[in-house]
Nanobody, 118 residues
Framework: QVQLVESGGGLVQPGGSLRLSCAAT????????MGWYRQAPEKERELVAT???????NYADSVKDRFTISRDHAKDTVYLQLSSLKPEDTAVYFC????????????WGQGTQVTVSS
C-alpha cells in the first residue's frame, strides 16, 4: 500500500516562505506524476502544482512565480517551496501521486495545514 506523508506546514506571516515535503513509501520514479493540491475552508480542492516522471512541471496561475515544485529521488520525496505567501494561500495542502497501470491509481496524503496571517 502506497503512503504519502506530508510535513512542513505551519503559521507564517504574509510575504513569508515555507517548504512542504511529501515522502513516499515507494520510489517516486514509479509514479506517472505527483503533485500538490490545496483546499481552503468551504472551497473545492484545487490543483497547485504537478511534476511528471519526466520532470515537466505545471502550476496554477495563482501560484506561478511564487511556488516551486521539486523532487529528490534519493529520498523519494517531493517538495513544494512556497514564497511570497498571501492570506489567500491559507489551506490544507495535500500531496498526490498517480500510477497508471491498467487503471489509474490515485494516492493522497493526509494533508498539512498552511496558515498565512499576521
Amino acid at each position: 500500500q502506497v503512503q504519502l506523508v506530508e510535513s512542513g506546514g505551519g503559521l507564517v506571516q504574509p510575504g513569508g516562505s515555507l517548504r512542504l515535503s511529501c515522502a513516499a513509501t515507494r520510489s517516486i520514479f514509479s509514479f506517472n506524476d505527483m503533485g500538490w493540491y490545496r483546499q481552503a475552508p468551504e472551497k473545492e480542492r484545487e490543483l497547485v502544482a504537478t511534476i511528471t516522471r519526466g520532470g515537466s512541471t505545471n502550476y496554477a496561475d495563482s501560484v506561478k512565480d511564487r511556488f516551486t515544485i521539486s523532487r529528490d529521488h534519493a529520498k523519494d520525496t517531493v517538495y513544494l517551496q512556497l514564497s511570497s505567501l498571501k492570506p489567500e494561500d491559507t489551506a490544507v495542502y495535500f500531496c498526490n501521486a498517480n500510477l497508471i497501470t491498467y487503471k489509474i491509481n490515485t494516492y493522497w496524503g493526509q494533508g498539512t495545514q498552511v496558515t498565512v496571517s499576521s
